[in-house]
């Protein structure tokens, strides 16, 4: 499996982004997807999982303002960020829960203040 993230960028806080990946070769849809972010100097943290069934799981940091979505038809998962906040910048990352997969291109997130 090959993943890639993509869609961040730079956004006010307050604002949302909206973060695709795509999983390419052999797309597992019996794993946990998940959402990872890496801010700089802190260790990679779990943001968001969701089964196969569609059942989500969040960090408490991001409750209530990150949903996480999967569409098995079209091999991508997609992290909706609303409300976010400075201390969301990171990259971002999916992969299966656990990490399974080769860890692919992130996708950089900036919120400003």
């Known amino acids: 499996v090959q993943l890639q993230a993509f869609g961040g960028g730079l956004v006010q806080a307050g604002g949302s982004l909206r973060l695709s990946c795509a999983a390419s070769?052999?797309?597992?849809?019996?794993?946990?997807m998940a959402w990872y972010r890496e801010a700089q100097g802190k260790q990679r943290e779990l943001v968001a999982s969701i089964t196969p069934g569609r059942s989500t799981n969040y960090a408490d940091s991001v409750k209530g303002r990150f949903a996480i979505y999967r569409d098995n038809a079209k091999n991508t998962v997609i992290l909706q960020m609303n409300s976010l906040k400075t201390e969301d910048t990171a990259v971002y990352y999916c992969n299966a829960r656990p990490a399974t997969f080769p860890w692919g291109q992130g996708t950089q997130v900036t919120v400003s203040s």
């Open positions: 070769g052999d797309w597992s849809r019996g794993s946990i």
